[in-house]
């Protein structure tokens, strides 16, 4: 690819995307950036000059067993929703890519509608309906939220994923002696296999963030982004940003690590062949 | 040509549906009854009553909030995709095949932070005392009041939507047939030409997806509006928020909440039928 030469090269217009792609990056990293300084700033109300370095923040978050309990929530909510979502998506990815059937529309409007409907909206539907079959106020409750939510982003990513498959793929497979099975565990999935891990970690990441239908359904059980709405509510205070950067630094170190494993791993098979 | 229905492909087909069914469906249909209970004395029961619908539709701050809701989520929409296709453009076909990997791999970050910390973060810049005012106050310029505008929502509704629509963008320009491209250039197609002509429509479906993404987002938010506008002028989330907490009124949040869902399926729904017409699959 990078040595298709095009006849409309200039210098000029390439130098400008490239500031443009340079102040994107400004536009989305500044809050993020932002949040990290001013965890250690020790303003009550924070601006600049910066003010004295500090961990004060730090300290009156990690103190609070309310913060700990949330995070542990948090995680186990979000991993237990990155996987349900990511099988269940895959599956209905599949369904669309190969099978024609009565009431298609209405399955794929099942599959990808529930982001449509605005979150404060669901966590009220949620809330009223999760709390007449009882199982309203617990971690399972945002679970199965999450998941509801989750699942169509995990759904779109392989669909589109899958649109680039060769459609003779796997009839050639089939042609070949190939069960359904088989050809699905040596066709497609190797295939989607960047797709359904993107797929994991998005909806892993949207459930980290999720917070309006998890204050609406949680009850006791709240998770971190809820106590935050919390903060936000009450008077607001510069630990807001400490947690944010704790969190931040533990779901960015999760990222990188599952990168290094995926990479070692298939050097490791690429040397055995 | 095998069967269509089999244990295999019911193996993939039923989770999503039994699930959406049960915790999607339900849920909402739930909504359409409890919009059409009665409260007396600040207690729900069960009931047929259609005055829900006829107070709240018979307001006039009703409407109020619904256009400006409307308006908000279509500018947020716009602005975020055209501020977003440059970026998009330039990651796609100016960056080399490394860079575009750090890229998309930057893009992603910020769904690993909280949008509400980010919303708290954009306080520090846009506040009368905060980063931007005081640099601009060493230009001898301002201070402006930028905190509590609908400029801030838009900053806020930005921060939500853009590196969503950027990644959504990149992804359909990548997967472009890039010797569609060349024809366009050897036929002497100019550089601008060539992308309105043969990248926007061959990446239309992405786009249009894209562009929508940001309208749901933005429609729904009530993070935004409160933390960043002040909470003026009102819109319809933040009217159910109001609407719950003003004594047990959940029959009329129901009615709120109704209302925007049949929008977001008209919209949705038009816009899911442009990015697909023409095509066979």
Redesign the interface.
């Known amino acids: 690819m990078s040595g298709a030469a095009d006849m409309n090269r200039n210098r000029a217009v390439n130098w400008a995307l490239l500031a443009y792609i340079f102040l994107a990056y400004a536009f989305v990293f500044a809050p993020i950036a932002a949040s990290f300084v001013f965890s250690f700033n020790s303003d009550r109300f924070p601006s600049i000059p910066l003010g004295e370095f500090t961990l004060d923040w730090y300290r009156a978050v990690a103190t609070d067993p309310l913060v700990w309990d949330g995070a542990r929530n948090t995680l186990v909510v979000g991993v237990v929703v990155g996987i349900i979502s990511t099988v269940m998506g895959f599956g209905a990815a599949y369904t669309d890519y190969r099978y024609r059937f009565a009431g298609k529309q209405v399955y794929l409007a099942l599959a990808l509608l529930p982001p449509t409907i605005p979150v404060i909206i669901l966590g009220l539907a949620m809330l009223a309906y999760l709390s007449r079959i009882n199982l309203s106020g617990n971690a399972l409750s945002v679970i199965i939220s999450h998941v509801v939510v989750c699942a169509p982003f995990a759904m779109a990513i392989v669909r589109l994923r899958l649109s680039q498959m060769d459609p003779a793929l796997e009839p050639a497979a089939w042609n070949l002696g190939a069960s359904e099975w088989m050809a699905m565990r040596h066709v497609i999935v190797p295939f989607c296999a960047p797709a359904i891990f993107g797929a994991l970690f998005i909806t892993m990441a949207v459930s980290f963030d999720e917070f309006a239908v998890a204050w609406f359904v949680s009850g006791l059980n709240e998770t971190l982004p809820v106590k935050v709405l919390g903060f936000l509510q009450g008077q607001v205070s510069p630990r807001i940003n400490a947690i944010g950067t704790f969190v931040f630094i533990l779901s960015m170190t999760l990222v990188i690590l599952a990168q290094l494993l995926l990479s070692g791993r298939s050097a490791k098979t690429a040397d055995k062949e | 040509m ?1 069967r ?1 229905i ?1 244990l ?2 019911l ?7 039994i ?3 049960l ?6 249909l ?2 359409i009854a ?1 919009s059409f209970w009665t409260v007396r004395n600040f207690v729900m029961s069960p009931d047929f009553d259609p005055v829900n619908w006829t107070t709240m539709y018979g307001r006039a701050v009703f409407w109020q909030a619904y256009g400006t809701t409307l308006a908000l989520a279509a500018a947020a929409a716009a602005l975020t995709s055209i ?2 296709f ?2 998009a ?3 796609a076909f ?4 490394t860079a575009r990997r750090w ?1 998309i791999f ?20 846009l ?1 009368d ?3 931007i005012n ?2 601009l106050g060493w230009l001898g310029l301002g201070p402006f009041t930028m905190l509590n505008t609908v400029g801030a929502t838009m900053v806020g509704y ?2 939500l939507g ?2 969503l629509v ?1 990644l959504l963008q990149l ?1 359909s320009l990548i ?1 472009i047939d ?1 010797t569609l ?2 024809a366009a ?2 036929l002497r197609c ?2 601008l030409r ?1 992308v309105f002509e043969v990248v926007i429509p061959s990446a239309r479906t992405g786009l249009v997806i894209a562009a929508l ?1 940001s309208f ?1 987002l933005s ?4 993070v935004s509006p409160v ?1 960043l506008g002040g909470g003026e002028p009102t819109t319809l ?1 933040i009217l ?2 109001d609407t ?1 907490k003003s004594g047990q009124q ?1 029959p009329r ?2 009615v709120v ?1 109704l209302t ?2 049949g929008t ?2 008209i919209v ?1 729904f038009g816009a899911i039928k442009f990015a697909y017409r023409g095509k066979s ?1």
Request: hydrophobic content about 55%.
């Open positions: 095998r269509s089999s295999y492909s193996t993939f087909s039923l989770p999503l549906l699930w959406q069914v915790f999607f469906v339900f849920p909402l739930f909504l409890l501020l977003a440059p970026a453009y330039a990651i100016k960056l080399s095949d890229a930057l893009m992603v970050i910020p769904f690993f932070t909280s949008y509400l910390v980010r919303v708290y973060s954009w306080q520090i810049f506040s005392n905060g980063i005081v640099i930005l921060t853009f590196p950027v992804f997967f890039r491209i060349e250039h050897n100019g550089r060539t993404f749901i429609f729904g938010d009530f933390y989330s159910i928020t719950t959940w949040a129901a909440a925007m869902i977001l399926m949705a699959t």
